[in-house]
């Protein structure tokens, strides 16, 4: 399988503190990555290294290389270009204060399309794809602010999905979501593996053995073990990575 997402000794730093330490991993095509460990221990960090909103974080330093099908994202690429194909959804559902409709639309707007039609097939698409067009197409036009927070949290990833990334970076998606919910986007990601390259940060662990293909498990800014998930939850190779899995620590 093509590697998607290659990282290459990356250190960060937030003014003096190092918070990734020399992280490489390779993210091959159409899989899904767990990124697990305890809390502060980096993955946020990383993944939002993956498209650049680190940039915005001032005093943030990054070295290394990280690269997009061979590209390098930091040296030359047009940053709203890459946040285009390297979309994101984070942990709290949050639906811009408009109509279901103008959210989603409002991504392929913000890129000029302006045909009505076009739109419609746009913004109709996004929500089947995200599993939730049934639930909306009879309220395109009521605040999202108004739905569960699960049906806010589908929407946030039709909305990601409106702008046709190649992959997608999610962050704690289901930690604010009941148990129906959150099922619901687990078997939402599983199907958007047909398409996409997924990388998902969880604690919890049967969501990462349920979902993922492959684990990453972080410690204090390193990555102390990468592998299939099946392998690395059955028989991790780093006492530490069993000392977590196993809940002994965390
Ligand atoms: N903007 C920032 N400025 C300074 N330090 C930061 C900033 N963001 C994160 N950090 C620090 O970097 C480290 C990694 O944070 P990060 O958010 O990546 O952890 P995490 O693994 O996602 O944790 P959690 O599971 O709690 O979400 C932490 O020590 C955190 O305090
Ligand atoms: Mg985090």
Redesign the pocket.
Known sequence: MNTKLSIQNVDLF?GD?Q?LKDVNLNLKEKTITAFI?P???????LLKSLNRMNDL?EGCKITGQISLDGEDIYSGMDVNLLRRRVGMVFQKPNPFPMSVYDNIAYGPRTHGIRSKAKLDEMVENSLRSAAIWDEMKDRLKKSALGLSGGQQQRLCIARALAVEPEVLLMDEPTSALDPISTSKIEDLVLELKQNYTIII?T?NMQQATRISDDTAF?LLGEIVEFGKTEELFSMPKEKRTEDYITGRFG
Do not use: D
């Open positions: 937030y503190f918070a460990g809390s502060g221990c980096g993955k946020s960090t974080i940060v604690h972080f």
